[in-house]
């Protein structure tokens, strides 16, 4: 099938008992033990720590989405980002592309470097960077393409054939892109990660974060870190990152087009001096991302010639929530130096063109010629 019928007909569409259209919330934490001579493993459900059926429809539903073999949910996305780390020992060395989402640099600098695990930051843009950081000890290479908040291109076949190569983890955090634009484990990625609250979801009502891996193994050892962390969603959540799952095409597709519209236009205005989308012809590294997705997206970021623009841009916008988070239904324009970037260093942050002039936009539903005339007397 095609992947917009695969987000309606995935296994899922009735409830098996009743024949209910959708997936039933079981709002419990428990299951009987039918039988107890035996251990949990004997039937399928026993603690909704270690598995629960709406949580189990949510996880084959993104397994199946990303062509892999098994789906995990957790909390947050910063749960299944940090979870999939929690995979490596102490001793262990990772790879992680310099603009991946600042949460998880984050995560691996403070908390992951306290528990013995080094993280050495690369330009991904040239995989060539990847192999001169390859250690004795390095387990994984960590990736994000487009990245945030800059857009920036990975080639995610080359320098995923760099870690096939090594011997490491595959990792990509694929939220901007989504299944339904890019699949990395059909590049060759061992573990895909989402932050669901995002497009997945769809409506900036849940936050949620799963991970697929490429086979059952990977899969039982990351399941094992779930259980045992328990940083697991509950099943209303679960259920309305399924119900906005099904609507992903119909709003990707609106908010992609949107996107290309909005960008072209930010090229022409006269206090915007850089623009920043996969879909512009201007783009570097176009081609390499046409060769991996099936789109542009719906996130983009520009630049304004001083920083009273960018705070005033913030001010005087109306049908853009300035918020951080991105993929509802609504626009969002960020600061990345004080959202996303906020843990990033000042020295990275100039050395990776992370202004106070930058504005991270996430297009959302509005009519694009609507957003473009808000835009334009915010800009003025």
């Known amino acids: 099938m095609h992947k917009s019928t695969q987000l309606i007909h995935n296994g899922h569409e009735t409830d098996p008992v009743t024949g209910a259209l959708g997936v039933t919330i079981y709002q419990t934490s428990t299951f009987l033990r039918r039988d107890m001579s035996k251990g949990p493993d004997s039937q399928p459900f026993d603690y909704s720590r270690g598995g629960h059926p709406t949580r189990l429809a949510l996880e084959e539903i993104i397994a199946a989405l990303e062509g892999g073999a098994k789906g995990y949910a957790f909390g947050s996305g910063?749960?299944?980002?940090?979870?999939?780390?929690?995979?490596?020992?102490?001793?262990?060395?990772?790879?992680?592309?310099?603009?991946?989402?600042?949460?998880?640099?984050?995560?691996?600098?403070?908390?992951y470097k306290r528990m013995g695990i080094e993280t050495t930051l690369v330009d991904s843009s040239n995989p060539e960077n990847i192999t001169k950081a390859l250690r004795s000890n390095t387990k994984a290479l960590y990736l994000e393409s487009p990245s945030n908040p800059l857009l920036k291109i990975t080639d995610l076949s080359a320098c995923i054939g760099i870690a096939k190569k090594a011997g490491i983890l595959a990792i990509v955090?694929?939220?901007?892109?989504?299944?339904?634009?890019?699949?990395?484990?059909?590049?060759?990625?061992d573990i895909v990660v989402h932050s669901a609250t995002k497009f997945l979801g769809g409506h900036s009502d849940v936050v949620l974060g799963l991970a697929v891996t490429a086979t059952n193994k990977l899969g039982d050892k990351l399941h094992t870190v779930q259980n045992s962390f328990g940083a697991i969603p509950?099943?209303?959540?679960?259920?309305?990152?399924?119900?906005?799952?099904?609507?992903?095409?119909?709003?990707?597709?609106?908010?992609?087009?949107?996107?290309?519209?909005?960008?072209?236009?930010?090229?022409?205005?006269?206090?915007?001096?850089?623009?920043?989308?996969?879909?512009?012809?201007?783009?570097?590294?176009?081609?390499?991302?046409?060769?991996?997705?099936?789109?542009?997206?719906?996130?983009?970021?520009?630049?304004?010639?001083?920083?009273?623009?960018?705070?005033?841009?913030?001010?005087?916008?109306?049908?853009?929530?300035?918020?951080?988070?991105?993929?509802?239904?609504?626009?969002?324009a960020s600061r990345p130096v004080t959202m996303s970037n906020i843990a990033t260093s000042a020295a990275d942050k100039e050395r990776l063109g992370i202004t106070d002039t930058l504005i991270r936009l996430a297009i959302g539903l509005e009519d694009a010629e609507d957003l473009i005339a808000d835009f334009a007397q915010a800009l003025a």
């Open 78 to 111: 910063m749960a299944a980002i940090s979870s999939v780390f929690g995979l490596l020992s102490a001793g262990d060395h990772v790879i992680a592309a310099e603009e991946v989402y600042g949460g998880s640099l984050f995560i691996l600098n403070t908390f």
């Open 173 to 189: 955090d694929n939220t901007f892109m989504t299944p339904y634009l890019q699949r990395p484990i059909e590049l060759g990625a």
């Open 234 to 332: 509950g099943p209303w959540d679960e259920w309305l990152v399924m119900r906005g799952i099904k609507t992903l095409k119909v709003r990707l597709e609106t908010q992609q087009a949107s996107a290309q519209r909005i960008a072209e236009w930010l090229l022409t205005h006269k206090n915007v001096t850089n623009v920043y989308y996969p879909g512009l012809a201007g783009h570097p590294d176009k081609a390499i991302h046409e060769k991996q997705a099936s789109g542009a997206g719906a996130m983009l970021a520009f630049k304004t010639k001083t920083t009273e623009q960018a705070l005033r841009f913030y001010e005087k916008v109306t049908l853009a929530a300035a918020a951080p988070s991105l993929g509802g239904v609504e626009t969002i």
